[in-house]
């Protein structure tokens, strides 16, 4: 006897309507499997944590001239399943095999830390990068003090968008060499280091006339133009924050290569 129903036969009365039953318990078991592909898919999604999350930065005024506040760089593994899934979709494996150089270990999450709140690059459910922002846990988090600003928490989560929006124009993927949270954790701190006003105020104009986002006010007034000056005033004490944070991650980031045979998830 056959596993698969029998096809009806289309010469007779009785063979169309076995026929037309037929068709209608394929469609149906092709409906209801399509219908477990998404559920599955979403419960996927869900494991990982992809997509835009609750925005955890209170709303208040943005502020770029407030008083100096101190910056971290911080990381956590993204362990188990998602961290092997993700390395997966990235293509990695194939990237070792290729033996090209060294890579970042994509379980390896690199995020900027202000005050109370951590600003960070992760992706969508098409893997395209978005800017999130969270609570910070201190317990989760490996931190490095790289340098300070004078942005609040408002400025930070505005810029924070500015800088995923000019990373997606030019390539929206997240890709694990040029799209990375490294990438973002540098845009960031590049212009909202001290010193950085100028370059900001361009950047973040431009932002807002092609978006029509951002509430910060009077870009192009510099309270603190003395933090400018190269070489900076007796008593200004200049730090080279992107310098100090891409010293940081790249003491501190597991490289793999065509020599590793694991994924390495701290």
Partial sequence: MSDHPEEPDSGSEEGESKRRSWNKLLHKGLAKGKDEWVKGKIVLQKSLGLGPKPNAVPDAEADVAGDMRTVEIGWHPVAGFAGKWLAERTGLG???????????????????????????????????????????????WTTFEVGKTRFNDQALKETGEMVIHNMREARAGYNLISNNCQNFAVNLLDVVQLGAHREFATAFAVYQKATGKGRIKDLFLDQHPEEQASPPRPGIIRHDTVHNAQQVMMENTTQLDNHTTCLHAH
């Fill in 94 to 140: 194939k990237k070792i095999t290729e033996k090209i150089n060294k890579y970042p270990d994509p379980t390896q999450h690199w995020a900027v830390l202000v005050g109370d709140y951590c600003h960070e690059l992760w992706m969508d459910e098409h893997l395209d990068i978005i800017y999130i922002n969270e609570k910070i846990n201190r317990e989760e």
